[in-house]
């Protein structure tokens, strides 16, 4: 599903590192590997990745994972070339814990080692592995990986709209049930996030959820990532095991005087999705009304811009998304938009939309805000 063979990955990135003459490129970054060598898993909540590190330099690629992640199967030494194979095209494994030791050794023969700086949504290297390598060996700089795994490939692209055909299905079914059963008075906040995940696990190429979903009804829509309770062993998806007693607690409940915000993904084989949606089932009064369009008028602006490639700041871009908030003395403390992964994560590197934040270029807004109830 992603078009392009791992060892291509390799080559092309072996390439940026001559550019920048680096000697040695260490990669920490989870969905970085995961993309790189076109593999997944499920060692991290919502995210198809492993636990794992690699290192790369002109004539070898070498991954640490945990004992037997990547060699328990021949399918998988053959798709690495594990097996028999010692070339500059084929990944060694080594145990997990080996790197630090392993990196203190081989920096030795190395001049310069670059390391994966904070940016974007990636916190780049940590400490112990930059003092694993010498300060003057250091090249500190955000991802190669990540700036060619943010611009999708044809077939990534036409993964990720039919991922969304598939999830729009899912959610048309929801919206549907859901509307019906707001008059019952039964509805709440844990029950809206559950019914989400149920009726997308009901689509072909699923594997679970890409995040916690976001049911937030009345002035929980204006947290942040806010999530409801959950009932132990209803949440599905990749790296996720849960289990214990029933809530006591299942979220504020849901009728027709505010607002309802719902934020929620699914992770398909071909793609990855991050859907937001507000809901009013009543008479929304003037304020919502307003704030609603205005959002509405600023994601128009944005999804509408045409703009010049390499000459476009973000900051320029994200101000068209806020001007008709800002207008009427509103604005909300979150970027415009972000990247999602192919299958991959749901916030990835190399596209944020965000004033000051050099970055690619996506299309979402959103806004909340504060309700009296």
Not at 175 to 189: D, H, K, T, W
Request: proline content about 5%; overall charge positive; charged content about 20%.
């Amino acid at each position: 599903m992603s078009s392009k063979e791992w060892t291509e990955k390799v080559e092309d990135i072996r390439k940026k590192m001559k550019m920048v003459d680096a000697d040695a490129y260490v990669i920490t970054a989870l969905d970085d590997i995961a993309w790189l060598l076109n593999v997944r898993g499920r060692d991290i909540p919502f995210v198809p990745v492993v636990r794992a590190y690699v290192i790369l330099t002109n004539d070898m690629i070498l991954l640490y994972a945990p004992p037997g992640k990547f060699n328990s199967t021949h399918v998988m030494r053959m798709h690495l070339r594990s097996e028999r194979c010692y070339g500059r095209l084929c990944v060694r494994v080594h145990d997990y814990s080996n790197i630090w030791d392993d990196l203190k050794t081989l920096s030795q023969a190395w001049k310069k080692v670059l390391l994966p700086a904070p940016y974007s949504y990636t916190m780049g290297a940590s400490h112990a592995i930059y003092n694993a390598v010498p300060m003057e060996k250091r090249m500190p700089m955000p991802s190669l990986v990540m700036r060619t795994k943010a611009q999708k490939n044809q077939v990534e692209r036409e993964g990720m709209r039919k991922a969304h055909v598939r999830d729009a299905v899912a959610l048309c079914d929801f919206f549907a049930y859901l509307e019906s059963q707001v008059s019952s008075g039964s509805l709440n906040e844990t029950f809206v996030a559950e019914a989400v995940d149920r009726f997308r696990r009901q689509q072909e190429l699923i594997r679970g959820a890409s995040f916690e979903t976001i049911a937030a009804f009345g002035p929980n829509g204006a947290l942040p990532h806010y999530s409801p309770p959950r009932r132990r062993g209803t949440l599905s998806a990749p790296g996720v095991h849960r289990e214990g007693p029933p809530l006591l607690y299942e979220g504020l409940k849901i009728d027709n005087s505010s607002t309802l915000v719902i934020d929620s993904g699914g992770q398909y084989y071909d793609g990855t999705t991050d859907v937001s949606r507000t809901f009013h089932f009543g008479i929304p009064t003037a304020k919502q009304k307003e704030a609603y369009t205005r959002v509405l008028s600023g994601l128009l602006n944005l999804a509408s811009l045409v703009f010049p490639a390499g000459k476009t700041e973000v900051a320029d871009v994200d101000v068209l998304a806020r001007a008709p908030l800002w207008a009427a003395g509103l604005d909300y403390r979150h970027g415009s938009g972000h990247g999602v992964g192919a299958f991959l994560s749901v916030h990835e590197g190399g596209s944020l939309i965000l004033r000051n934040h050099p970055s690619f270029l996506s299309k979402r807004t959103a806004y909340t805000y504060y309700v009296n109830l």
